[in-house]
């Protein structure tokens, strides 16, 4: 079922690439140490890969994301640590001809007096504006796919003093795509964005001898948000064992857990 979905989004993905022709050069996540007062220049590059004109608006929000896969995208100051009214775009609307390229300047303008320590951002986002053209021809309605760039804004102030807090919100083995997967839920209640991995120390529930250690890839956690990592142990027999489970973030801050496992047999 997941293959499938997957399978379904990517097809939507790809219709809407072609159809929109508009991709993103440089980049989902633009970061920034920001001080006092200072002013901070960015661009976000963009390319129209098809033949024709294509109109693109641009605009802030704020952002979110959780562990069951929800991502929430709402209007600037629903996030308490939003950095929208510090980042100004030089256009809101632009209009690129086939195969042209372009680049649309932002400035972030700190505060004198900026809040707290940590980690502050928004996103700029980037979606082709598509032209109403009414036929006759069909009854009904047309549907348009068109593909929307959200591109990370973060800034990071004092973070000397910032620092994440990961915790580990569940554990659940289950079969995905046909092999065993630890899914490992984490929440980072800290004030700094960070890039943890995940990793699992299985061990013998009887002898203690270590079986192995099983990695997931390094995704970015922003404060008050959590993510899913994904760990294949397709591996490790069928059994039941003690495990250890850490996170370790770019800092080699590291948080950890002991858990028993339990890797079923179907």
């Not at 790809?14 to 929109?20: I, K, R, T």
């Not at 109403?132 to 004092?158: C, H, L, M, W």
């Not at 973030?249 to 890797?263: S, Y």
Request: aromatic share 8%; hydrophobic share 35%; proline share 3%.
């Amino acid at each position: 079922m997941i293959k499938r979905i997957l399978l379904l989004i990517t097809l939507i993905l790809q219709f809407s690439f072609l159809h929109a022709g508009i991709v993103i050069l440089n980049g989902l996540t633009h970061s920034y140490k920001i001080e006092n007062g200072k002013v901070y220049k960015g661009k976000v590059a963009i390319e129209n890969t098809s033949n024709n004109p294509q109109s693109v608006k641009l605009f802030l929000q704020d952002f979110s994301y959780h562990a069951d896969g929800t991502i929430n995208y709402s209007a600037l100051h629903t996030n308490k640590r939003t950095n929208g009214e510090w980042i100004k775009l030089n256009t809101n609307l632009i209009t690129l001809k086939g195969k042209e390229k372009t680049e649309v300047l932002y400035e972030i303008t700190v505060p004198d007096q900026a809040r707290d320590a940590g980690s502050y951002w928004s996103v700029i986002i980037v979606e082709p504006v598509e032209d109403i053209k009414p036929s006759d021809n069909k009854a009904g309605v047309n549907i348009t796919s068109v593909i929307r760039y959200a591109i990370q804004v973060i800034t990071d102030f004092e973070t000397e003093k910032a620092k994440p807090d990961l915790k580990f919100e569940s554990v659940k083995v289950e079969k995905l795509e046909g092999k065993q997967t630890v899914k490992i839920a984490v929440a980072n209640n800290g004030n700094l964005y960070c890039k943890p991995t995940t990793a699992i120390e299985i061990y013998n529930r009887k002898t203690g001898e270590k079986i192995g250690t099983y990695s997931s890839l390094t995704m970015g956690l922003l404060p008050d948000t959590s993510k899913t990592f994904y760990i294949d142990i397709s591996k490790i027999p069928p059994d039941k064992y003690k495990a250890a489970i850490i996170a370790t973030d770019e800092e080699e801050n590291a948080f950890a857990l002991n858990v028993e496992l339990e890797v079923k047999n179907d």
